[in-house]
């Protein structure tokens, strides 16, 4: 005598198969820099741009010519973060001198006559400096509880990283090869900070003119000119994001027109916004309705 046939399983019901069933998610909303926190720029516009603002655990490069308003939108940050949801100090490195202390104070709020208590400045004039500046503020970082400051540091603001290389180094294959090291290790360093202790970090760059192309590094049209970020490709492959920031003078009005552009992100796409530097800091502008 045969044994009874086995029953089929039975049908799983609907809602048990919707809980197994996986659900399409955008694959950039698991990258590490849209799920971390972020610093507003301090305009809706700015950070609509940006997608929320700047992450926290990366590495953000702003790149310009001089006077196109990266120096003022690293001041404008230093005051924003301690406003913020970050409830942060900012930790301001500048290699270029001297440190722009009259125009923080003018930006400084005056209904918050402590918020400089939270700028933590110091400068850096060779590579050499900034790495050990980084190893203090690691220290800094690891043990808060015997930092003089009620706020944590979670913003680095650098300024600029190119002043760091302008001496001391030739176009000798040895001094190239000694130079790109120094950019892995001060990368290194900041993305360790950035990752470990949430922290956004900000580096500006300057640019040079562009005859030829660049071997892949990114090209942009600024005053008139072809440009690309200092440093070359082995520091363009040393941070997460890089901003652009470009202007355009009207020749019959003299009016400067300045855009910020996401040159790359992993976050986000190539796009771009218009914006104005005011005394009370830098704004975007709407673009005009179609």
């Not at 720029?41 to 997608?51: K, Q, S, Y």
């Not at 003018?106 to 918020?115: G, Q």
Request: charged letters at 20%; glycine letters at 6%; proline letters at 10%.
């Amino acid at each position: 005598m045969r044994p009874p046939a086995p029953k089929p399983p039975a049908a799983a019901s609907s809602s048990s198969y919707s809980q197994r069933e996986p659900r399409p998610e955008n694959p950039l909303l698991l990258l590490p820099s849209c799920r971390a926190a972020k610093l507003s720029l301090g305009c809706p516009i700015l950070d609509r741009l940006l997608a929320g603002g700047l992450p926290a655990a990366s590495v953000t490069e702003i790149a310009g010519e001089s006077a196109s308003g990266k120096t003022q939108l690293c001041l404008q940050l230093a005051l924003l973060a301690p406003q913020s949801p970050l409830s942060a100090s900012a930790l301001f490195l500048h290699a270029d001198l001297p440190f722009p202390l009259h125009r923080l104070r003018r930006l400084a709020p005056k209904s918050r006559p402590d918020i400089l208590d939270h700028v933590l400045i110091a400068a850096a004039h060779t590579p050499a400096d900034l790495l050990s500046l980084l190893s203090r503020a690691q220290r800094l970082l690891a043990h808060p509880g015997r930092s003089p400051h009620p706020l944590p540091i979670r913003l680095i603001l650098l300024d600029s990283i190119a002043s760091l290389f302008r001496a001391d180094f030739d176009a000798s294959p040895a001094d190239l090869r000694r130079r790109s090291a120094l950019f892995f290790q001060i990368s290194a360093k900041l993305k360790e900070l950035a990752y470990r202790h949430q922290c956004v970090v900000v580096v500006t760059n300057q640019v040079g003119d562009v005859v030829e192309g660049d071997a892949g590094n990114t090209v942009v049209w600024s005053s008139g000119r072809r440009v690309s970020p200092a440093l070359g490709i082995a520091w363009a492959n040393c941070v997460n994001t890089r901003l652009f920031l470009t202007r355009e003078v009207d020749g019959a009005s003299g009016i400067a027109r300045r855009w910020m552009k996401v040159a790359f992100a992993p976050h986000l796409p190539e796009r771009a916004c218009e914006f104005v530097i005011r005394r009370d800091g830098v704004f975007g502008v709407e673009p005009p309705e179609r």
